[in-house]
C-alpha cells in the first residue's frame, strides 16, 4: 500500500482550490512511487466513482519513472514528478500536436521568463544551453466507458539528476507544490483551448520557442535508419516539418531528433 503525505496533500488541495475554484479536483502527493502515471491509471481504475473532474497526482520520489518510448526519467529531490488525468470526449486521434501544447503550457507557468527556454520537438524542455530541464509524456485509457487523457510531466526544478548527460536544473529556489499549481492551472486553460480550436491555436506560440528551428537536424527514424534536413517548424498538425534539396517532408513519430553532427555515413532525406 503506498503511503499518502497527508500534510502536503492538504496544502496542494487548499492551493488549488485558490488556482482552479471552478474544477473539482482530486489530488495527492506521495513520499515515493514506482511512477505517478501508474499510480493515476491505478487510482482511475480502482476510485473512480469518488474522483473529482480532475485528477493529480505527484510524488517526492520516483523509482521507476519514464518518458517518451520506455526511457528512464529520474526524479531527485526537489524536482517536480506530476500526473494530471482529464477526462475527454475525444479519441486519442484528435491529439496531435497535444505534447507541444502541455510544453506551452509548462513555460507560461514558470517563474523565469519563457526566453530563459526552449522546446524541442515533441516532449522536451531544454534551457538556454540546449540541455534538458523537463520532458512530458502524454497516454491515453478507457476506463468504465470513459476516455482519459494522462498528462506526465517531470521537472528538475533543483538539480539535474547526477551522471544523466544532457540534463540540467532549473535552480528555480521553488519547491513542487509552488510550482504545481501555477502549472496546473496553465495546463487546464490551456486544455479547454485545444479542445475548442486544437493545436492550431497554439502553433505560432511554440515555433516561437522551438529548440533548432531553422538548422540541420539528424532525424533518426529507426535504429538503422537516420535522416538529415533543416528543421523548419510543425505544420498545422504538430507533426515536424524538415527539408533539404530534395523536398519537404513532415513525421508524426521519430525516435531522436538532435542537431546535426557531420557523418560521412549519414544519408540525407
Known amino acids: 500500500m503506498i503511503t499518502i503525505d497527508e ?3 492538504e496544502v496542494l488541495r487548499n492551493s488549488l482550490r485558490d488556482t482552479l475554484p471552478e474544477v473539482l479536483c482530486s489530488a495527492y502527493v506521495f513520499p515515493s512511487v514506482g511512477s505517478t502515471m501508474e499510480v493515476s491509471k ?11 473532474e480532475v485528477l493529480i497526482v505527484i510524488a517526492r520520489e520516483q523509482t521507476h519513472g519514464r518518458g517518451r518510448q520506455q526511457r528512464e526519467w ?7 514528478a506530476l500526473t494530471v488525468a482529464l477526462p475527454t470526449e475525444l479519441g486519442p486521434e484528435r491529439f496531435s500536436g ?30 538556454q544551453r540546449g540541455e534538458k530541464v523537463g520532458g512530458i509524456l502524454i497516454e491515453f485509457v478507457r476506463l468504465h466507458g470513459a476516455n ?27 519547491s513542487p507544490l509552488e510550482v504545481a499549481p501555477r502549472l496546473l492551472a ?3 486553460r490551456d486544455f479547454q483551448l485545444f479542445r475548442e480550436f486544437g493545436f492550431g491555436h497554439f502553433r505560432s506560440q511554440w515555433v516561437s520557442r522551438a529548440a533548432f528551428l531553422g538548422e540541420r537536424v539528424k532525424v533518426s527514424l529507426s535504429e538503422k535508419r537516420e535522416e538529415i534536413g533543416v528543421f523548419e517548424g510543425v ?15 513532415t513525421y508524426h513519430s521519430v525516435e531522436q531528433l538532435r542537431l546535426l553532427v557531420a557523418s560521412p555515413t549519414t544519408k540525407s532525406l
Open 42 to 52: 491505478n487510482l482511475l481504475e480502482s476510485e473512480a466513482d469518488h474522483l473529482g
Open 186 to 188: 496553465s495546463l487546464y
Open 148 to 174: 482519459f487523457v494522462l498528462i506526465g510531466i517531470g521537472l528538475n526544478l533543483a538539480h539535474a539528476p547526477e551522471h544523466i548527460e544532457g540534463a540540467a536544473g532549473l535552480r528555480s529556489g521553488e
Open 235 to 249: 505544420d498545422p498538425s504538430g507533426a515536424l516539418v524538415v527539408s533539404n534539396h530534395s523536398g519537404t517532408f
Open 7 to 9: 500534510q502536503e496533500t
Open 98 to 127: 497535444f505534447s507541444l501544447v502541455v510544453g506551452c503550457s509548462v513555460l507560461s507557468s514558470l517563474r523565469k521568463r519563457a526566453d530563459s527556454f526552449q522546446l524541442k520537438w515533441p516532449n522536451d524542455i531544454l534551457d
Open 74 to 80: 529520474v526524479t531527485t529531490e526537489g524536482s517536480l
